[in-house]
């Protein structure tokens, strides 16, 4: 598998989750990741097949999702598999739990 680079799970900053959150807010983004996620893994054309739009914006929508970090890609010969990258989105769930729940300190100083 290619590397996850900036979407890499144990460095998953700000920036990072930001970006994530950026590339699923799109819903056709959103919707191809959840069909990628149902079948486990499909290739460029195979998500074509499922969207009423052009190879060319496959493409874009598919690279914008790598290259946050949210999909995964598995090259084999001319093909390239396409699959959702589980410790990411986990990790993301994560952090957006504990970043935007309420800080355990400042509880502690409210009640004191």
């Given at each position: 598998?290619?590397?996850?680079?900036?979407?890499?799970?144990?460095?998953?900053?700000?920036?990072?989750?930001?970006?994530?959150l950026?590339?699923?807010?799109?819903?056709?983004?959103?919707?191809m990741?959840q069909?990628?996620?149902?079948?486990?893994?499909?290739s460029?054309?195979?998500?074509?097949?499922?969207?009423?739009?052009?190879q060319?914006?496959?493409?874009?929508?598919?690279?914008?999702l790598?290259?946050?970090?949210?999909?995964?890609v598995r090259?084999?010969?001319k093909?390239?598999?396409?699959?959702?990258n589980?410790?990411l989105?986990?990790?993301l769930?994560?952090?957006?739990?504990?970043?935007?729940?309420?800080?355990?300190d400042?509880?502690a100083?409210?009640?004191?």
């Amino acid at each position: 598998m290619m590397g996850m680079g900036a979407g890499d799970a144990r460095t998953l900053d700000d920036r990072g989750v930001i970006r994530a959150l950026k590339a699923l807010a799109d819903p056709t983004r959103f919707r191809m990741v959840q069909e990628i996620a149902a079948a486990g893994e499909l290739s460029c054309g195979q998500v074509a097949e499922l969207f009423d739009v052009s190879q060319p914006t496959v493409s874009h929508h598919l690279n914008v999702l790598v290259e946050a970090g949210v999909l995964s890609v598995r090259i084999e010969g001319k093909h390239r598999y396409t699959s959702v990258n589980h410790p990411l989105v986990s990790s993301l769930a994560r952090l957006l739990a504990a970043r935007l729940g309420p800080r355990r300190d400042r509880t502690a100083r409210a009640r004191a």
